[in-house]
């Protein structure tokens, strides 16, 4: 009877999901791989950077929008500059980290404020692949998220 319980207890264990997996979206041969952004420390902030890796399996494609209701808007960013860009090339067969060091997303006029464990819905606009909808993850605000 140990035994038993023993083992179902282990094997709830091992199936149980992790709070720290990583989460993605696919579609039409693109794989977006844990976009998050860090949570907001300062009450005045209206400003949320978004980061995430694309994975294209399929033909080139391109990021050209984003859009979320909770924020006025969504512009995509070129790293150091902040300079707007038109859209991020997305090569076949090729991975793209959006990130502050890389191409970005930067949310403005954000209307909520965003604490850690949180989630919100954004929608990315591809040239070919169309409107994915993705949910964006809300990390601790001095943590940098693991290599997934």
């Known amino acids: 009877m140990i035994r038993s319980l023993s083992i179902l207890l282990l094997a709830a264990v091992l199936l149980a999901p992790s709070t720290a997996s990583a989460h993605s979206h696919k579609n039409k041969g693109l ?3 844990h976009p998050w952004t860090r949570a907001m420390t300062d009450k005045s902030q209206t400003t949320v950077l978004v ?3 694309i994975k294209n399996a399929g033909p080139s494609d391109r990021l050209l929008s984003a859009s979320t209701p909770l924020a006025d808007a969504v512009e ?3 790293a150091g500059t902040g300079k707007a860009l038109a859209a991020v090339a997305l090569g076949s067969g090729k ?8 191409p970005h ?6 209307k ?6 949180e989630s919100f819905a954004m929608t990315l606009v591809f040239e070919k692949v169309g409107s994915v ?16």
């Open 133 to 148: 909808v993705i949910e964006v993850m809300v990390e601790e605000a001095e943590a940098e998220p693991k290599a997934h």
């Open 112 to 117: 909520k404020q965003l604490d850690a464990y």
């Open 51 to 53: 980061s995430m890796s």
């Open 95 to 102: 991975r793209v980290e959006l990130n502050r060091n890389g």
């Open 31 to 33: 794989e977006i791989i």
């Open 76 to 78: 995509l960013r070129e």
């Open 105 to 110: 997303l930067a949310l403005t006029g954000f």
